[in-house]
């Protein structure tokens, strides 16, 4: 083999070598972002049900329900809002109703990590609810992760954790692999 045979060799070993480990580092990334998931709900001593709770269930502290349909999706009701009237005197939890509705939203954004790290949009001196969404329409502005969460806060100006995995958090996220807990506090605006 001459020369120029072996460095085409090596050349065409490192690009295989390298597709390679991309091929399995996002795997990887995946394992680390559920392995962090999983530490976070031991550390924090979550209790994680398995069920979606009705209207009526009263949130311990530490409940968090694991959202049907989604891996590591975790859903916990910190404050009930208020019924929100979709039509007069009509206060039935009604998605088609609802997604006539634009969504406001504050939120603070966390790590799962020790220390967390947080970003937060709870307040602008702009707009008390800084970002707004069309319910179930509207994936710009609010990951899927957010309408689940519209969805099981179900009225106006509730309160809401989240655990949410990459791939159902803004396209940033998913790009990096790293999973955020949300906290989200909801109103339908009139």
């Known amino acids: ?21 991309n091929a399995n580092s996002y795997s990887e990334q995946l394992k680390a972002e559920k392995k962090l998931i999983a530490e976070y709900i031991e550390r924090e001593q ?6 979606e709770p009705d209207t009526n269930y009263v949130w311990g502290e530490k409940d968090f329900y694991q959202v049907a349909g989604y891996d590591n999706l975790y ?21 088609e109703a609802i997604a006539t509705e634009t969504i406001v939203m504050r939120y603070k954004k966390f790590t799962l990590s020790v220390p967390a ?19 179930r329409t509207d994936f710009t502005n609010a990951p899927t992760a957010w309408h689940e969460a519209v969805r099981l806060m179900r009225y106006s100006e509730s309160e809401c954790q989240i655990i949410c995995p990459s ?18 506090k909801m109103r339908i605006k009139n």
Request: with cysteine; proline share 4%; glycine share 8%.
């Open 75 to 95: 859903f916990h009701l910190r404050k009930r809002g208020e019924a929100f009237s979709i039509q007069d005197g009509d206060t039935v939890w009604n998605h």
């Open 167 to 184: 791939k159902l958090g803004f396209e940033a996220d998913g790009n990096t692999v790293t999973p955020y807990g949300y906290i989200l």
């Open 1 to 21: 083999m001459n020369t120029k045979n072996i460095l085409t060799f090596l050349a065409l070993g490192l690009v295989v070598m390298t597709g390679c480990k």
């Open 117 to 135: 790290d947080t970003s937060s949009f709870w307040t602008t001196l702009d707009s008390p609810y800084p970002v707004e969404f069309k319910y």
């Open 46 to 51: 979550l209790n994680i049900l398995k069920e």
